[in-house]
């Protein structure tokens, strides 16, 4: 499929990538990159791929090169890397941020070679070349987010690429990504990170009571928390507005709960038998509703259900609570 593969980035996702590659064939050379010597040296080891000692070694010749490294680092490889990009070739990443990806890496792409972000939206807590393995990116979404006037076949072969590597292909704008990845991905790994750095910091419960009457929900903020903290940090720095967009929105309804469990006031509808729910119930859906649709879960301006857009949000389905929620999709906030 291509000649020369080059992986900038030789972390969890880009040496997944390399077996991935290996696994399908997808590469006549795949040849590989890291800004660490140690790294670089565990990756010839493993033979991941043929290891270069820079990145503007690395794209010689590449007909696709990929991004693996922090998204923070992508101003400087690119300036690193252009003059050494062959005419044609396709440039792309990883990154879970992609409005900042085109304007870092964009005014260094020389013309005639077709840079299309995309974020193959897979992982793992681990990190490091050895954290690698080929099914990674298996029944996994990848989003690639093309800018305007990218080139169609590139796009599509870009596209083959990552179906060929195992993974369900969407093509999206990068600034509607941006948005839904704040909410599904960004924020909570924020509140995991922010879950368990308050544990450690009580000062009643010691560390070792902490893990040992851990349930299962807490284990899974600790996986989480043990994420590669400069990857994060670069996400949460170069997502900063849909970050702190979703950020203030959950803070609203946090408040909402907090408010709630102190006056021991709360009726939630799903326990409730005194009747239809209170109008302010009925307009705190509706805001709901409104933001997720602000927010970017919906593809298309086009009008959708309610039930629809609570769905994709992720939201439980609870059919039936109430006569004036019969068959709705609905988690319904505290009455209040």
Same mark, same amino acid.
């Given at each position: 499929m291509?000649?020369?593969?080059?992986?900038?980035g030789?972390?969890?996702?880009?040496?997944?990538?390399?077996?991935?590659?290996k696994?399908?064939?997808l590469?006549?050379?795949?040849?590989?990159?890291d800004a660490s010597?140690?790294?670089?040296?565990?990756?010839?080891?493993l033979e991941?791929?043929?290891i270069?000692?820079t990145?503007?070694?690395v794209v +010689?010749?590449?007909?696709?090169?990929?991004?693996?490294?922090?998204?923070?680092?992508?101003?400087?490889?690119?300036?690193?890397?252009?003059?050494?990009l062959?005419p044609?070739?396709i440039?792309?990443?990883v990154?879970?941020v +992609?409005?900042?990806?085109?304007?870092d890496?964009?005014?260094?792409?020389?013309?005639?070679v077709?840079?299309?972000?995309?974020?193959?939206?897979?992982?793992t807590?681990?990190?490091?070349p050895?954290?690698?393995?080929s099914?990674l990116?298996?029944?996994?979404?990848c989003?690639?987010?093309?800018?305007?006037?990218?080139?169609?076949?590139?796009?599509?072969?870009?596209k083959?690429f990552?179906e060929? $590597?195992g993974?369900?292909?969407?093509v999206m704008?990068?600034g509607?990504h941006?948005?839904?990845l704040a909410?599904?991905?960004?924020?909570p790994?924020?509140i995991?990170?922010n879950?368990?750095?308050?544990?450690h910091?009580?000062?009643k419960v010691?560390?070792t009571?902490?893990?040992k009457?851990s349930?299962?929900?807490?284990?899974?903020?600790t996986?989480?928390?043990a994420?590669?903290?400069t990857?994060w940090?670069?996400?949460f720095?170069?997502n900063?507005?849909?970050? &702190?967009?979703? &950020?203030g929105?959950?803070?609203?309804?946090?408040?909402?709960?907090?408010r709630?469990?102190?006056?021991?006031?709360?009726?939630?509808?799903?326990t409730?038998?005194r009747?239809?729910?209170?109008?302010?119930?009925?307009?705190?859906i509706?805001?709901?509703?409104?933001?997720l649709?602000?927010?970017?879960?919906? +593809?298309?301006k086009k009008?959708?259900s309610?039930a629809?857009?609570?769905a994709?949000?992720g939201w439980?389905?609870i059919?039936?609570?109430?006569?004036?929620w019969?068959?709705r999709?609905?988690?319904?906030?505290p $009455?209040r």
């Open positions: 291509f000649e020369r593969i080059a992986l900038i030789l972390g969890l996702i880009g040496s997944s990538l390399a077996h991935a590659v696994r399908e064939r590469a006549e050379t795949i040849a590989g990159y010597d140690a790294v670089r040296k565990r990756a010839a080891e991941l791929a043929a270069a000692p990145a503007a070694d +010689k010749g590449a007909d696709l090169v990929i991004l693996c490294s922090p998204v923070g680092s992508y101003k400087d490889i690119a300036a690193a890397i252009a003059p050494h062959a044609g070739a440039v792309s990443d990154g879970s +992609k409005s900042a990806v085109l304007r890496v964009s005014p260094f792409v020389p013309q005639g077709h840079f299309l972000p995309a974020h193959p939206i897979a992982g807590e681990q990190s490091g050895d954290a690698g393995f099914s990116f298996d029944h996994r979404w989003i690639i987010t093309p800018p305007p006037g990218a080139d169609e076949g590139a796009v599509a072969k870009l083959q990552w060929r $590597c993974s369900q292909v969407e704008e990068a509607h941006d948005l839904v909410m599904t991905s960004h924020v790994h924020l995991a990170y879950i368990v750095g308050t544990a910091d009580l000062e010691a560390e009571e902490v893990i009457f349930a299962g929900g807490f284990r899974d903020f996986r989480i928390a994420s590669d903290p990857m940090r670069d996400v720095l170069n900063r507005d849909a970050v &702190l967009e979703v &950020l929105r959950f803070n609203e309804d946090l408040s909402l709960l907090q709630a469990v102190a006056t021991a006031m709360a009726r939630c509808c799903s409730c038998s009747g239809p729910a209170p109008s302010g119930a009925r307009s705190s509706s805001a709901r509703i409104r933001r649709r602000t927010l970017g879960v919906t +593809k298309s009008t959708i309610k629809e857009t609570v994709r949000a439980a389905a059919p039936g609570l109430h006569p004036w019969s068959a999709w609905i988690r319904c906030p $009455c």
